[in-house]
Structures are given as C-alpha cells and as structure tokens.
C-alpha cells in the first residue's frame, strides 16, 4: 500500500482549487479558533466554573468534555464516511449543531439570577460536550476533506496558520474578556462571553461553506457495518507497527491534562488576584501561541511533524517544572507563555503526524482509533487530575505525574520512523 505522502503517489488531487481551499481553511479554522478562545478550556472555563461554584470533578475533566464529544460518534460513522464520494455537505449539515450550544449556554447565563449555581455551571459545562458531539459526527469527514483538499506538503503550515491567526484574535479575547468582566463580573459576564464564541462561530461556519470539493472515488464501496468496521480496526492494529506506537505517545502525551484545568486556578489562588487576571493569562498564552504558531509551521513543512511534536513534549516538560514551583506573576505569566506555545507547536504537529501515520487504507477508521486514545488519555489524565488535585499551591504531584507521561511521550517520539522519509508500508488485509 502506498503512503500518503509518498512522493511515487499518484498526482494530488488537493492541487485543484488549492490557493482557495488554503485559504478558506484558514479563515474558517482562525475564526473558529478565536471564538473559542473567550471560553478558552485551559484557562477561562475552569476559571469561571470555579467562580460559579462547580465542584472540582467537574472542572478536572473540562478540557476532555469537547473531545469526548468529538471522539465518541467516529466509530459508528467510519463505515459510511469511506464510502462518501464529497466530505463537505456532511460537514455543512453537522456545523450548525456544532455551534449552536454555545448560543443556549449565553442565553442562560444572560437570563438566569445573577445567584444561581445549577443552570449556569450545567450550561457551561454541556456547551463543549455537546459541540464536540455534533461535531464528532463528521470529524473524521473533515479530516479527510483536509486531506483531500490540502496536500500533505501543505498541511502543517495549514494547521499552524488556523492556530496563528486564532491565536491573534485569542489575544483580543483576553483584552476583551478582561475589560468586559471588570464591567460584568459573574454570571451575565460569562453569558457575553459566549455569545461572543457564537458570533464567531457562526461567522466561520459561512466562510466554510465556501470550500470547493470535488467528487471522488470513496476509499470503499458497499453497505458495511460496525461490525465490519471493529475488523477493521483490530486488522489495522494487528498490521501495522507504527500505528501502535503512535497511539502509544498520545496515551503518553495525554498527561499533560492532569494539570491543565487547574493552572489558572492554582495562579489565581497563590497570587489571590482578582477574575480579570484569566484575561491576562488568557493574552500571555495567545502570545506564546502565536509563537509556536509560526515556529511549528515553518518546522513542519520543512522538517517533518514528528520533531515539531518531540520539541512540544520538551517544553510541557517546562510547563510542569514552572506549576509546581512557580509563585510570582512573572513565573505564572511565563509558564502560560510556555503553555501556549507548547499547546500550538503541539496541536500542529499531531494533527499533521495523525494524517501521515494512518494509513490510507481504511483512513476512517485508523483515524477514529486514534480518536478514541486521545479520548481514554484525556478521561484518564482528568480522573487523575482530581484525584490529585489539593487546591492552589498543592499542584505538585499531578505536576510530577504529568512530567513523566511527558518524558514517556518524548522516548517513544524518538522510535517513529520519520514519515517524510518513509520505510514501504505493510499491505493491510481487508476487513473480512
């Protein structure tokens, strides 16, 4: 079977309409990005959850509730998205869904009292899910829709400059979500906050009917089941070493959840500042993204995802050092610099190694195994975030914990071959 990216592969379709499909992605993704960025999952959500009272079972596992959504439907959709010869009308009719919970959580923060608990926190905490759900639904359709309409040469700056230009409107998120909750503080504040995610969203979902598909043979053909696609899977797994490993380092590189809902809190609390200080996380962070941004899409286009992913893995090693011993603004501010241009760099290449190390042979499928590890890491890397979890200033040893998953990840980053230069692939046995 031939890779993807191989160069003796057949001309890439994803050349027709290239400079378009580019840059429709990358307004759509930035847009998309930058509204998320006002209830951003690593340093404003667990925030205001804490200030709306939620407990702290609920707030550990903030971060894996969108890609709960997410990860959960692939399985149950992989045996018909290969058999889809267009990627985008599937995307189109999940898209508005995948928004629209953000509009009903800013309409219950805005129209609740100002003292109420329930409906706010269950408002907040259900938007991620629930968007992630609807989404989910075709993840793996717009993964391959990337990768049908973007060649693999393209790809990381692709993914590096939806990151970038969403980190540049993550950084007025943070001016904004500051100044707006100085005037607005509480509950009604944190319901403008996600009408602000909506508008955003929604403007990015117009920019993403845009895009120019063209019909394509389906990688399979015939009626197919779940069933047929659990053979599939065990087949891939059976078949294919790199694959193995690969889900080995998410599994490793998922422990960096442990601590990243509580950061923001933990910085708050050692320095007892007030709620407008997660804005000012919030900007420190974009800016670090915006770094990683750039650096990780010049890297991976010239050098291959993998080391973008090995340098990633090194500095949430930093991110982890900083956390447990950090007590000044300037070292909060610094490893939520850090944070962000780990969590970019770190985004881009996973998304770009994900592409290249599944196979083409079944991709659905491969990529809905890879769906559901990033799924168990990040439910395992909150359940022990939790249980871990002391309160601000007792950080360490869900720091420690998430430090050696990050040293794992990086060894086992170290074993992948390099996918720009690949060894022949395995031929895979059809599901049977």
């Not at 993840?139 to 391959?144: E, G, K, V």
């Not at 047929?228 to 960096?256: D, P, V």
């Not at 750039?294 to 890297?299: D, F, I, R, T």
Request: net charge positive; charged share 10%.
């Amino acid at each position: 079977m031939s890779n993807a990216s191989s160069p003796s592969a057949a001309p890439d379709p994803a050349a027709r309409h290239l400079r378009w499909n580019y840059t429709i992605h990358v307004v759509e993704g930035s847009l998309f990005i930058g509204g998320l960025s006002f209830v951003n999952a690593s340093t404003m959500l667990p925030g205001m959850l804490q200030d709306l009272g939620a407990p702290s079972w609920v707030i550990a596992f903030i971060p894996c509730l969108m890609l709960a959504g997410l990860m959960l439907p692939p399985f149950f959709t992989a045996h018909w998205v290969d058999r889809l010869e267009r990627f985008k009308p599937l995307n189109v009719a999940t898209g508005f869904f995948q928004r629209l919970p953000y509009l009903l959580a800013a309409l219950v923060l805005l129209f609740c009292d100002p003292g109420a608990r329930f409906w706010p926190v269950l408002a907040l905490a259900g938007a991620p899910f629930l968007s992630g759900l609807a989404c989910g639904i075709s993840m793996t359709a717009w993964q391959q829709l990337v990768g049908k309409t973007v060649p693999a040469r393209r790809r990381a700056s692709l993914m590096a400059l939806r990151l970038l230009f969403g980190s540049l409107l993550g950084v007025a998120a943070g001016v904004t979500a500051k100044a707006l909750l100085e005037r607005v503080p509480g509950v009604h504040g944190y319901g403008l906050l996600c009408l602000c995610t909506f508008g955003l969203m929604m403007l990015s979902y117009a920019f993403f009917t845009c895009l120019r598909e063209d019909r394509a043979k389906p990688a399979m053909t015939g009626a197919g089941d779940m069933e047929e696609s659990l053979r599939g899977a065990w087949a891939l797994l059976a078949g294919h070493a790199e694959m193995r490993r690969y889900l080995g380092i998410l599994l490793a590189a998922g422990t960096i959840g442990i601590i990243t809902p509580f950061l923001a809190i933990h910085a708050r609390g050692v320095l007892h500042k007030p709620e407008g200080y997660y804005g000012d996380l919030l900007v420190v962070q974009m800016a670090g993204a915006l770094l990683g941004n750039l650096a990780a899409g010049w890297a991976g286009d010239r050098h291959g995802p993998r080391r973008v992913m090995m340098v990633s893995q090194v500095l949430f090693l930093a991110v982890a050092g900083l956390a447990a011993f950090g007590s000044t603004d300037f070292a909060f501010r610094l490893l939520f610099g850090v944070f962000g241009f780990a969590i970019s760099a770190n985004q881009v290449a996973q998304m770009t190694l994900t592409l290249e190390v599944c196979p083409a042979h079944r991709r659905s499928v491969s990529l809905a195994l890879v769906g559901l590890t990033q799924l168990t890491a990040g439910m395992t890397a909150s359940f022990i975030g939790f249980l871990t979890w002391g309160g601000p200033g007792k950080i360490g040893l869900a720091a420690g914990i998430a430090t050696i998953g990050s040293a794992l990840a990086f060894l086992g980053l170290l074993r992948l071959r390099e996918t720009r230069h690949p060894h022949p692939q395995p031929e895979l046995p059809a599901a049977s």
